[in-house]
T-cell receptor
C-alpha cells in the first residue's frame, strides 16, 4: 500500500534559520504530493503541492521538489519566522481511479524561537 | 461558502453514549472525506463520499461507526456506543474531484472526548 514517512520531530530552530523537513513516499505510479500545515486548534491547510516529477511547489517562502528518483518531497524554507511554528504534514494522493483518499505522514512539529 | 464547516467544535460523551458530528463541505465540491486524528498527529482515514454515495469506506469500523451525506444537508458521522479509544479529533475535508491534482480543504475539526 501507499505510505509517507516524515522525519521525526520536534524540530526547534531560531528565527531566520534554514528549515528542511524530510519526506519520502512509497506508491505505485505517479502520485501527487502535498504539504499541509496545521496551526494549534485548527484544521490542516494546504501549503503547496506538486503533481509530477521535477515539479516544484512553492508558497509563503516554502518550497518542495518532487523527486521521483529518490521518492522524496522535502520541505524547505530559507529563513523561518516565529509564525511558522506549526505541525507540517506530507501527503500523497494516488493516481489510480479507485482511491481518491490521501495518505498522510505522521507530522513534524516545528517550533521557531525568537 | 469557501470553508468546510464542522460542528460541534467540542463534544463530550460518556462511554456507551452516541456521538454525532456534522460537516458542511464547500459548495460545489463533490467529495467529502472523514479522518480521525489520534496519538499526537496520526491521521486515520475513515470514509469518503462522492455526493451522497459512499466512495471508499475501507477505514470505517462498521460495527459502531456510520456516516451519511444526504442532499441539501450537512454530512454526518455517527458513533454508536462510544468507547474511550474513540477520543480523537475528527476532521472532515472536501475536494472538487477525486483526481490526484486536487488537495483537500479541511474543516477545523470536532474534538470528541469520551469519559
Amino acid at each position: 500500500g501507499n505510505s509517507v514517512t516524515q522525519m521525526e520531530g520536534p524540530v526547534t530552530l531560531s528565527e531566520e534559520a534554514f528549515l528542511t523537513i524530510n519526506c519520502t513516499y512509497t506508491a505505485t505510479g505517479y502520485p501527487s504530493l502535498f504539504w499541509y500545515v496545521q496551526y494549534p486548534g485548527e484544521g490542516l491547510q494546504l501549503l503547496l503541492k506538486a503533481t509530477k516529477a521535477d515539479d516544484k511547489g512553492s508558497n509563503k517562502g516554502f518550497e518542495a521538489t518532487y523527486r521521483k528518483e529518490t521518492t522524496s518531497f522535502h520541505l524547505e524554507k530559507g529563513s523561518v519566522q516565529v509564525s511558522d511554528s506549526a505541525v507540517y504534514f506530507c501527503a500523497l494522493r494516488p493516481d489510480n481511479t479507485n482511491a481518491g483518499k490521501s495518505t498522510f505522514g505522521d507530522g513534524t512539529t516545528l517550533t521557531v524561537k525568537p | 461558502g469557501e470553508e468546510v464547516a464542522q460542528t460541534p467544535k467540542h463534544l463530550v460523551r460518556g462511554e456507551g453514549q452516541k456521538a454525532k458530528l456534522y460537516c458542511a463541505p464547500i459548495k460545489g465540491h463533490s467529495y467529502v472525506f472523514w479522518y480521525q486524528q489520534v496519538l499526537k498527529n496520526e491521521f486515520k482515514f475513515l470514509i469518503s463520499f462522492q455526493n451522497e454515495n459512499v466512495f471508499d469506506e475501507t477505514g470505517m469500523p462498521k460495527e459502531r461507526f456510520s456516516a451519511k451525506c444526504l442532499p441539501n444537508s450537512p454530512c454526518s458521522l455517527e458513533i454508536q456506543a462510544t468507547k474511550l479509544e474513540d477520543s480523537a479529533v475528527y476532521f472532515c475535508a472536501s475536494s472538487p474531484k477525486p483526481g490526484q491534482v486536487y488537495g483537500y480543504t479541511f474543516g477545523s475539526g470536532t474534538r470528541l472526548t469520551v469519559v
